[in-house]
Structures are given as C-alpha cells and as structure tokens.
C-alpha cells in the first residue's frame, strides 16, 4: 500500500470503451488510488477518419486523473522509468492492446492484474467474447489473473461467470462482461493485498484459444446449419457483421433465429424445399432463408449503404410482385458473383 494513502496504489492500462466501467469501478472505490493512466495514442475514426482519443482516456481526463499515451510501452523508456518511480502496488490490466515485457511486468512492487473476458483456461487470445458466442457456449465470464510472458497463461485469481442468453449478440455480451469486471477487479486486488485471494495455475491441458478473426470470416456459409449460422450472426454483430451477398450487393444480417414452423402446413411445406442460401418467404416477423439444415428466420438486417431495418420491409422493397400477384424471391450467396462479359 501507498505509505502516503494508506491505498492500494494502481496505474492502470486500458484502451476501448470495454475498459471504461473497469476503470470507473477502481476509482470509485476508497480503498484504491490510480496514480496514473496508460492507454494508447489518439487514431483517426469514423467515415471522416477523425483524429480520436481511446475512450479510457476520455474518461481518465472526466476523472481527473494523469493520463499517458503510447505507441510501444515496451520501447518507451521515458514512460516506464515515470511508472517506476510511481511505484504502484499493481499494475491493472484491461484491453490495453499491447504486449508487455518482463521489464514492465516487474515494475510494479505485488503485480501485473488482467482481467480477461472468458472462463480460462478456456479461450485465451483476442477474442473470448466472439468464440463464446460462435461456439454455441451457454456461459461465459471474467478470469482475473496474473499477468505472465505467455498469452493468458497467467495463475487465476478470481472468476464471475454470466449466463448468455438465447439471442444475445456479441454487443451485447461484451457490455455485460465490462460492467463485470470493475468489481471483479476490487476484490481481487483487496484479496491478493490482505492475503484472501491466492494464486492457482490454470490447467494448461485445458486450454482453448480464441483467435483474431477476419472480415471475410463473418460471410456466411449457407451450407451450413440454422443452428450454426444464428450463432455466427450473434457472433459478428456488431462488428464486422455477418454478411451475404445477393444480386451483386452486400448484406449485412444483424438479428436472425432459428425457425421453428407453426402448425399449418404452409409451414411445413417450407422446411421441405429449396436450396442452401434460397429466399423461402417473406412472413409477418422476417424473411425464411433455406440453409443447409433447417431453415433461418432473418429478422434485421442492413443493406449496402443503408440502415438497420427490418428483414420484411426490405424484402418487401427489393422482391417486387409479378404478374401471378406472387414474388420472385432470390437467392443468398456466400461470394460476390464474377462480373459477366460485356
């Protein structure tokens, strides 16, 4: 503890707006002081490619506290040698999005604390929270942990597991997850300072890993199951978004489920054709899309340029009626199709 305070001295490490409610939680709570914030430097965003400050320095600014920017921790000398001579208690890790050295991992006087989005040893890596959802997983949660060379191979120290619902989306769940690890993180730094929290090595032969994923990953197979491709749907929303290909322009499919017929035949008679990727129908709550088995309900999706809208309104828009007063529905691809010879 700080001789001064009588606090557990921290400085903190975060970038995205995941880190914001973790660092939120640390500063509210009396028994804690941030002696400083590391985050990274300001990056264009936006359709403007504005130049943009990482939403934990936004807040560390609203806090009042001292806040630093880099590009490299590991390359930057200045910085490190300020943050030994902060002497913290711990470093606190969250989403900081870069690699420590064993020169930064020594420098505070306890230890280096992450807090990571899954139940290690299960899905350590990038992204936790996508593989989660993508895997068909009914829990999930935060693992705070200590921090080590290997990628989240650290030794356990408290865990908060979450139930993911039914059609929760990566979105969603990564909000819940971010709320969960501010307190997380408060009791583990109180147990480890009073001696309550004690260490426990993962079981390595469990581990699973969660690997960065590319935006031509979310492009749906429509081979595959109903089941399947409604998890990749929750999966990829918000970013990058699953993505279907029709008529030559991309869509994106941000709310979709499994359709389960009534008891009509109408309904039954849907299950039994077409193929994978074919539009089936267009019903009251979405459009039916053939896969390759079972059939998928897309109830929101986003059109090339435009906003989020319900599946129905645009296929009503796009499909018009022909002469037989029925419509002429299309066909769901997962590649964009070659340009035809002039």
Known sequence: MSPDSGKIKIVFLGTPAFSMPALQALHDDARIEIAAVVTQPDRPAGRGQKLTPPPVKTLAEKLGLPWFQTVSIKKDETLKQHLRDLAPDFLVTVAFGQILTQEVLDIPRVATVNAHASLLPEFRGANPIQQAILQGKNETGITTMLTELGVDTGPMLLKHVLT????????????RLSQAAGPLLVNTLVGMTDGTVQPEVQPHELATHAPKCKKEDAILDWTQSAHQLQLNVRGYNPAPGAASFLNGERVKILRARQYQPGANAHSEEILKTGQPGEILAIIESGVLVRTGEGVLEITSLQPAGKREMPARDWALGVFKTSGD?????????????????A
């Open 164 to 175: 993911i619902g039914a059609d929760e989306t990566m979105g969603e769940l990564t909000e």
């Open 325 to 341: 007063g029925k419509r002429a529905l299309g066909c769901f691809s997962a590649e964009l199709p070659a340009p035809q010879p």
